[in-house]
């Protein structure tokens, strides 16, 4: 991931753009953290907050025609946010914070400022903090400009005074009652001054284009506010003479223009990165569904403006604009305290980390992958690719912890040995019109109905229907290991063209998704479409008018046809139908999608407590791991071919799920049961470490499954110890220790025997080694 791809991807995030109210001012006073501030009763620091982009915080607080207010989200539930009165509250209620602030060193230019209204002055305050020198020359006897015309009741004299004191500067200079023509000509003015701004409002307009240009109209920038004469810069209200007046907008003028006068004096670009400067289009989306509608606090008191209280209320109104759309339906985003666009930085952070720790990895392994964040996203920001590619490049530099995926491609791996894979034709046949895929998960989880399945797949299609019993490659396509994944779609390949290039009749959505996108030779169709076109088996068990959620898993999330199909099949077996909030292609993750479940537990469950508190019913699902995920937190979860088959009232369907024993188990019994009594084949025999007899407590099992720790591990690290000798004998409770390292991962085990096996008191594992140093 390189700075490009970086700043590219951090760009689709919109989570920091401003919000309307912020782009829409001219100055672009941070309204939204304001309303936080003064929301708190803090008008000290609310008041801080405006006077950081408003130089005359009184005036404007009183006569300020407040664009933003037009833009103000509110306005979609309710009356808009009264901006300027809570400008005004942060003014008389808020302390201003007295910050020494270090001028910048004197540039040894001046600087001529023609008029003394908002726009002149700003102009004067910011080129003088710039280093330079100012001589503001008016043409009346005082500061202020036009701000003299409103009303005292509008504008009270003192809130002028007390404003205008600001331009006590050393650097600013003032002459009065010197106006343009009469006293000063341009020509004098270029001549003894390095750069000239003329604001001197629109009632001057037709002496300043007599007397400065020659009776032309005057032509001024919209952004840079340069005229055509070299150095001389123009802005205020003389550019809007058409338009109402607009104090804020003459401020926003004097600010841009201090700008360009100051990257004129310097030599560099005037135009360029100003794309954002006065009021601009924001790129933020913020939903206003859920709020509910409010109109503003009613203003007691129009001369004194708001109350404290009132102010406070007013301001708790602001919805705080901003995106969060993927972090409000994702865990995973939620979890970590952030939004994709500091992710994104993180991870990036992360992958150029040559020495030291690593403390994005686990932000990068928790991600589910399922793509919800896109579907939301008003700019489709998938961060499942992002921490996807991330993990490609972790596996690729060898710095991702073996920790965080190893047991699912162990998983994989054994899926696809001869312990459990399995192709065959249709029996009595030599070729497959169709292949029938299950999937590992199903197979382990629930390998009867497997049976069931594909017993009634060879009644109903023609043309012979093979099996196929593997994993798809999916765990190491998630884990990021391009060459496992690729070492197993090549040997599923390898032994679809030996089939004779079937269609492919999956009954996992991951299995289907998979191939989907990275076969796209393979044709394929979903076991739900198959059972929707051909029909429910002849003798489906009793079925009843009850309630159930329907949970999509979310590999199945682009494959509407799919859950048109689910939806069918229930209605035909006369269930009512619930859909859960987010459901079809805005379905959730049940935890294990992206391995989830194994690089952060935690977060994996609340992932899936989250999920199943979204309705009361029953859930229904129809891919084996969410069945198991669901289970596991007391859900009771039918899987969708146990109401089809008529075996829902026989399994156990909330509470304690299989562990990886015993689907591993499952599996390979699939396997040998299939074999031995569909195809007439001998099966190989059993290992003798698998011939061990344990006796496993319940709280050990739990613990085992935390730890990632099998039966078939146990059964090693026993065998070995038996055989060799190497165990500790703890003399008082009659306990053995003993360890094994059958690969990567060195198992402890105690364990006592017990009636012609062993119970299993404790088991832990660890990745360390111990180097001995060669002597010299």
């Known amino acids: 991931m390189n700075q490009k791809e970086l700043r590219d991807l951090e760009n689709l995030c919109i989570q920091e753009c401003s919000p309307w109210c912020v ?267 859920g709020v509910d509608y409010q109109d503003r606090v009613p203003m007691k008191n129009r001369s004194r403006g708001y109350s404290e209280n009132d102010a406070v209320q007013e301001a708790l109104r602001c919805i705080k604009c901003e995106c969060m759309e993927c972090v409000k339906v994702c865990e995973f985003l939620s979890s970590f305290n952030g939004y994709p666009r500091k992710y994104i930085r993180q991870i990036y952070n992360n992958l150029s980390i040559v020495m030291g720790q690593r403390h994005g990895n686990k932000l990068i392994n928790s991600c589910s992958l399922c793509g919800l964040c896109k579907e939301v996203c008003p700019e489709s920001l998938h961060m499942g690719n992002v921490c996807k590619a991330a993990r490609e490049i972790m596996v690729s530099q060898r710095k991702m912890p073996p920790t965080a995926h190893e047991f699912a491609i162990r998983d994989m791996e054994f899926s696809n040995s001869d312990k459990c894979s399995l192709v065959r034709h249709q029996p009595r046949t030599n070729t497959s019109a169709f292949l029938f895929f299950p999937g590992c998960r199903l197979s382990g989880s629930s390998s009867p109905n497997v049976e069931r399945t594909y017993y009634y797949l060879m009644e109903r299609l023609k043309g012979g229907v093979g099996l196929m019993l593997r994993c798809c490659g999916t765990p190491a396509d998630w884990a990021g290991r391009k060459d496992d994944f690729s070492k197993s779609l090549s040997e599923f390949l390898y032994e679809w063209e030996r089939m004779d290039r079937p269609e492919v009749i999956t009954a996992c959505s991951s299995c289907y998704s998979l191939f989907k996108t990275h076969l796209p030779q393979v044709k394929l169709v979903s076991l739900w479409e198959t059972i929707e076109k051909y029909g429910l088996p002849n003798h489906v068990g009793e079925t009843h008018r009850m309630a159930l959620a329907i949970h999509d898993p979310c590999s199945s999330r682009h494959e509407p046809q799919v859950h048109q199909a689910v939806r069918y099949i229930l209605k035909k077996l006369n269930y009512e139908i619930h859909e859960l909030p987010l459901s079809r292609s805005l379905t959730e993750c049940c935890g294990y999608g992206g391995l989830m479940c194994f690089a952060n537990r935690d977060l994996a469950i609340n992932v899936m407590n989250r999920r199943v508190n979204e309705s009361p019913d029953d859930f229904v699902a129809y891919c084996a791991v969410c069945q198991d995920h669901f289970q596991s937190q007391g859900k009771t979860t039918w899987h969708l071919l146990d109401l089809i088959f008529g075996t829902a009232g026989a399994k156990n369907v909330v509470g304690r799920p299989l562990d990886y024993s015993q689907i591993r188990e499952n599996r390979s019994c699939l396997r040998k049961s299939l074999l031995e009594n569909l195809w007439k084949e001998p099966v190989d025999k059993v290992q003798e470490h698998q011939m061990i007899k344990l006796y496993i407590p319940q709280e050990i099992q739990d613990l085992m499954a935390q730890r990632m720790i099998l039966n078939d591990d146990i059964k090693r690290v026993i065998e070995h110890a038996e055989k060799s000798g190497a165990k500790f004998v703890n003399r008082s409770t009659g306990h053995y220790l003993a360890h094994f390292t059958p690969a990567k991962v060195t198992y402890w085990v105690e364990y006592a025997p017990n009636e012609g096996g062993f119970t299993v008191h404790n088991a832990y594992s660890h990745r360390m080694q111990i180097i001995e140093e060669s002597k010299s």
């Open 23 to 289: 782009s829409n001012c001219p100055v672009h006073v941070d309204v939204r953290s304001m309303c936080t501030a003064i929301a708190q009763r803090d008008f000290s620091t609310a008041l801080n907050i405006f006077v950081k982009t408003v130089p005359f915080p009184r005036i404007i607080s009183h006569i300020c025609d407040h664009p933003c207010e037009n833009f103000c989200k509110r306005r979609e539930v309710g009356e808009t946010i009264a901006i300027r009165s809570l400008e005004r509250a942060a003014v008389t209620w808020g302390k201003p914070v007295t910050k020494k602030v270090v001028p910048l060193p004197a540039r040894n230019k001046r600087v001529a400022i023609v008029g003394a209204g908002l726009s002149a002055l700003t102009a004067a305050v910011d080129l003088s903090k710039r280093g330079y020198e100012c001589a503001v020359l008016e043409a009346t006897d005082r500061l202020g400009g036009s701000v003299w015309d409103y009303s005292g009741d509008l504008l009270p004299k003192a809130d002028i005074e007390s404003d205008l004191q600001i331009m006590s500067n050393p650097r600013i200079t003032f002459e009065f009652e010197k106006s343009l023509g009469a006293d000063l000509s341009i020509s004098d003015l270029r001549s003894s001054f390095d750069a000239i701004y003329l604001g001197t409002g629109r009632r001057t307009l037709d002496a300043i284009e007599m007397n400065c240009f020659g009776g032309e109209k005057l032509e001024i920038d919209p952004m840079t506010f340069e005229t055509k004469l070299d150095g001389v810069f123009a802005g205020g209200s003389i550019m809007r003479t058409e338009a109402p007046l607009s104090p804020i907008t003459s401020i926003s003028n004097g600010r841009r223009a201090a700008i360009s006068i100051d990257r004129f004096l310097q030599g560099v670009s005037i135009t360029a990165s100003r794309e954002n400067e006065g009021p601009y289009q924001t790129r933020l989306f913020t939903s206003t569904f």
